[in-house]
């Protein structure tokens, strides 16, 4: 299909799922498929594309990385279509839907003609990277990688036998050649199931303390050959398993006191030392296996880095230190990626994969981070709540009263449309002055947070270089850099341990509001830099409403919000009862009645069958597998015969009825 078949309009990606069985056992989370829903609006006019809108379920239900299907299609399009309501529009007038089986419109399967040997969500994560900014891609050699924890089968029926990541080599609007490639997120989503800690908390940790163990090369190199074997094998638990392997060495060494290991940081506990010492290995093995990735693709495709843009996505790339190593290592002219890097950014993916292979040629640029929703009814919300007796006084900004509020105390910081990604990238955020370790301490009490958690910079673009070593362009906080010697004791609140930060560039242009705090703030100090944190409590997703900014700002005791250009000092904070965040009032917050389960259970589950059986029914093809295993051990003997007995009883028992 060419562009001429595409009629200009509105089209819709969908990143959810529909399935009435993980509806009915959502307390089981081993039935999700699907984390971080998103949905982006686009519109088409001849070659240009717009983005119009991009919505994180989460940010709208209040469920931290919203992974809770729809029971059905008619639920679907009612939340939808509620939220198409904005713009006057409906399902009805697009064009194409994509990504959501039930939900699809007009949609042709063009992964089928293309790339069937590729998962459709790893293609997503490729083109979201490499279609962002579409004036580089057809002018410009990228190399792209699309490197997660692996992909859903919502879509794919066969991602065992699937390339699951992938790096891209592309010279001037052309893919040329694509490779599979190993991806370090199955290990750091193996070691945040055992440790049962987030990926971050986990990558943080890692850096916090001094305790490290100084592995010799070959022993790293024989753990990333014994990793990347696993990854070709696709054996269930494999990954968790090797986690718990390495974890057992270091405690081994630990124990023995051998030369390797290097310290305990007293200022933690024994786990927390232990964990930082783990971590510290997986990093390093982590970015040798994308700097092997890198070099693999640049030596076959004969490119050189300094010619060439690096683009990387997938929720592995949310680890800054790996990017900036891969640019500091290989010298790429740029780096070109969305924000929304994880799987919160595979709608924005299937749709530039889907104009890409059905068009002759596609406009678009990403241009900023700021699509998610926006708010003006700060007075409405002020009225409607009877939150008067908490206001002290609301007044117009002023650049240099901002300055002064920051210096004294955190503020909580709400500006026009939210940004896109899991980051607080300026408009949804709590600012703080990055001149003394207080201000560290009071956002990290405020957020509840570990006393050693770091809190992101964001940095005045033309000023980055002066403060940081081997700086460039970080506009969506995907890259760590080391803070210059003579500057570091002034910025100690944004400060790792190694003396890195995790940085955000903000250039004249990119965030007009924001870029004048800092730049008033350098006036007045001397420092283009500020405390950046995400608004949002533990556990709970960055805040969406005027509403949800009131109820942490009264909760936390802050002195100072600012929303939409408007100065609101608070007072009687004592007064407010409210002790949990705001309740984000949705479909997903008002579930079915007992009476609508009962008749969801009735049509799709009438043997009753445990959540096992139809958790089996859902990974079908992972126990698949085990038909081709050779019984070389026990071990498999056993798995192939629980695959037979269950896939009997499935049958059995449920007949044709799942569809």
Avoid at 67 to 82: G, K, L, S, T, W
Avoid at 293 to 307: G, Q
Avoid at 385 to 409: G, L, P, R, T, W
Avoid at 634 to 652: C, F, G, H
């Amino acid at each position: 299909m060419n562009g001429a078949h595409m009629k200009d309009g509105y089209y819709l990606s969908v990143y959810s799922e529909i399935n009435p069985y993980a509806y009915i056992a959502f307390e089981d989370k081993t039935l999700t498929r699907r984390h971080d829903h998103n949905i982006s609006l686009w519109k088409k006019s001849g070659e240009q594309l717009t983005l119009i809108h991009y919505w994180e379920l989460e940010r709208i239900t209040g469920l931290k990385m919203h992974d809770r299907c729809f029971p059905d299609v008619e639920q679907a399009m009612e939340f939808i279509n509620r939220l198409l309501k904005r713009y006057d529009l409906t399902l009805d007038d697009m064009q194409e839907v994509w990504g959501t089986p039930g939900l699809e419109k007009n949609y042709v399967a063009s992964i089928k003609e293309t790339t069937p040997y590729i998962a459709y969500h790893t293609l997503a994560h490729l083109y979201s990277g490499m279609l962002c900014e579409t004036e580089i891609f057809k002018n410009e050699d990228m190399i792209t990688l699309a490197v997660d924890g692996g992909p859903d089968n919502v879509v794919d029926k066969g991602i065992k036998s699937q390339w699951n990541f992938v790096g891209c080599h592309s010279i001037k609007g052309k893919v040329k050649e694509i490779f599979r490639v190993d991806s370090p997120g199955l290990l750091w989503g193996a070691a945040s199931d055992f440790y049962q800690l987030r990926e971050g908390t986990l990558m943080a940790l890692g850096s916090a303390s001094t305790s490290a163990l100084d592995l010799p090369e070959n022993i790293i190199n024989q753990l990333i050959d014994e990793y990347v074997n696993e990854i070709d094998n696709k054996k269930q638990n494999a990954y968790l398993d090797y986690v718990k392997k390495i974890d057992g060495l270091v405690q081994q060494m630990e124990t023995d006191a051998l030369n390797g290991f290097t310290g305990y940081d007293a200022r933690f506990t024994d786990t927390e030392n232990h964990i930082s010492t783990v971590m510290k290995i997986i990093q390093d093995m982590s970015i040798k296996i994308m700097k092997n990735n890198v070099a693999m693709i640049l030596s076959k495709c004969d490119v050189d880095a300094k010619n060439a843009y690096l683009s990387i996505t997938g929720g592995y790339a949310l680890n800054c230190p790996t990017n900036s190593a891969l640019m500091n290592q290989f010298n790429f002219k740029g780096f070109v990626a969305p924000p929304c890097v994880s799987d919160s950014g595979i709608s924005l993916g299937i749709a530039l994969y889907e104009f890409f292979v059905k068009m002759d040629s596609i406009s678009f640029s990403l241009h900023n981070a700021y699509y998610g929703n926006s708010f003006d009814d700060l007075y409405d919300v002020i009225n409607e709540n009877n939150m008067m007796k908490y206001i002290k006084s609301i007044s117009k900004m002023d650049f240099e009263q901002v300055v002064y509020d920051i210096m004294e105390f955190p503020i909580v910081w709400f500006n026009n449309s939210a940004e896109i990604g899991p980051r607080a990238l300026g408009n949804r955020s709590i600012i703080a002055d990055p001149r003394s370790d207080v201000s560290r301490e009071e956002l990290n009490e405020i957020k509840q947070r570990e006393w050693w958690r770091p809190v992101a910079p964001i940095v005045m673009e033309e000023k980055v270089s002066e403060w940081f070593e081997e700086a460039f362009i970080s506009p969506y906080m995907l890259h760590t850099f080391k803070i210059k010697d003579d500057k570091a004791k002034k910025v100690p609140a944004i400060m790792h341990l190694d003396q890195t930060a995790r940085v955000q560039t903000i250039g004249n242009g990119d965030n007009d509001t924001l870029y004048s705090i800092l730049d008033h703030f350098n006036e007045m100090t001397g420092v283009p830099i500020l405390c950046n944190t995400s608004l949002n409590d533990k556990g709970e997703p960055i805040i969406d409403t005027i509403l949800e900014a009131f109820n942490f700002a009264l909760r936390k005791k802050v002195k100072v919000l600012y929303v939409n250009g408007k100065r609101v000092e608070l007072q009687n904070q004592n007064l407010y009862e409210k002790t949990r965040p705001e309740e984000r009032k949705t479909v997903f917050s008002e579930p079915l009645t007992q009476d609508e389960l009962d008749v969801l259970k009735q049509t799709y589950n009438p043997q009753n069958l445990c959540n096992e059986l139809i958790r089996f029914y859902f990974d079908w093809e992972y126990y698949d597998l085990f038909r081709n295993l050779k019984l070389t051990d026990k071990k498999d003997a056993i798995l192939l015969e629980k695959y037979y007995r269950m896939r009997r009883t499935v049958r059995k028992q449920w007949g044709n009825t799942m569809g």
